[in-house]
């Protein structure tokens, strides 16, 4: 079976520490992986994504992920978070082959809040 | 234009009603995208257009109804709905359906009462 997991359901976090939020997925034909963020009462924007090439991704707003294939995770970092960054994260995965191609399926989502 | 506009941003209706969700793009994508979003919940795919023909029905009852007038409107028209369709409902668009991320639009908020 096809599946994103994201571990966390909730992530607290000083102003100023470095966070990380992990996705695991289970595939068995290639996959092109996303982060979304959503803020209360809005639509979900467009984070980062790894669709081939370096493992290391950068996004906008200062985060960044890394594709680890062998493990199967593709997890989101910030270095520094911010109380902007408070929201909720989702980990997307797009299948790039199979009875799923092209449907991106959604993790369950990690609230992400940052604490002064 | 990088937006997908999706209107009205709130709307209430009874189970009798029939109202419609309209989303629009001008980015030239040529897949589109509806997706129910409950509370708390991460957003679950519904339907997806591909040059404006339908392609995947995720099982959704036929109280929703897609309709893709050309490639930069999607409408989900509804009927006899029931409160627990109450929910987010998300449009979204990607140059095609293979390897690219979606736009989201910020959604419709809808109530059944």
């Known amino acids: 079976a096809q599946s994103v997991t994201q571990l966390d359901s909730q992530v607290p976090v000083f102003e100023e520490a470095p966070v990380e939020l992990r996705c695991n997925y289970s595939?068995?034909?290639?996959?092109?992986l996303f982060w979304y963020v959503q803020y209360p009462n809005q639509g979900l924007q467009l984070l980062l994504k790894y669709l081939s090439g370096s493992t290391l991704v950068k996004g906008i707003n200062g985060f960044e992920a890394e594709f680890n294939k062998s493990q199967t995770s593709f997890h989101l970092r910030k270095p520094s978070v911010h109380i902007s960054d408070t929201a909720e994260y989702f980990c997307a995965v797009q299948f790039a082959g199979g009875t799923s191609y092209g449907k991106l399926t959604f993790g369950q989502g990690t609230i992400l809040t940052v604490h002064p | 234009d990088t937006e997908v506009t999706q209107t009205p941003k709130h709307l209430v209706m009874g189970m009798t009603n029939k109202k419609s969700l309209k989303c629009e793009q001008h980015m030239g994508h040529r897949a589109m995208y509806w997706y129910k979003q409950k509370a708390k919940k991460p957003p679950e795919l519904m339907f997806v257009?591909?040059?404006?023909?339908?392609?995947i029905n995720e099982s959704v009852p036929s109280r929703f109804s897609p309709e893709c007038p050309n490639s930069s409107l999607l409408n989900l028209h509804l009927h006899a709905l029931q409160p627990e369709d109450s929910a987010l409902y998300l449009c979204?668009?990607?140059?095609?359906?293979?390897?690219?991320?979606?736009?989201f639009g910020s959604g419709t908020r809808l109530t059944v009462v």
């Open positions: 257009y591909s040059y404006e023909k339908l392609s």
């Open positions: 595939s068995s034909v290639s996959v092109y």
């Open positions: 979204a668009s990607s140059q095609s359906t293979g390897g690219y991320g979606y736009t």
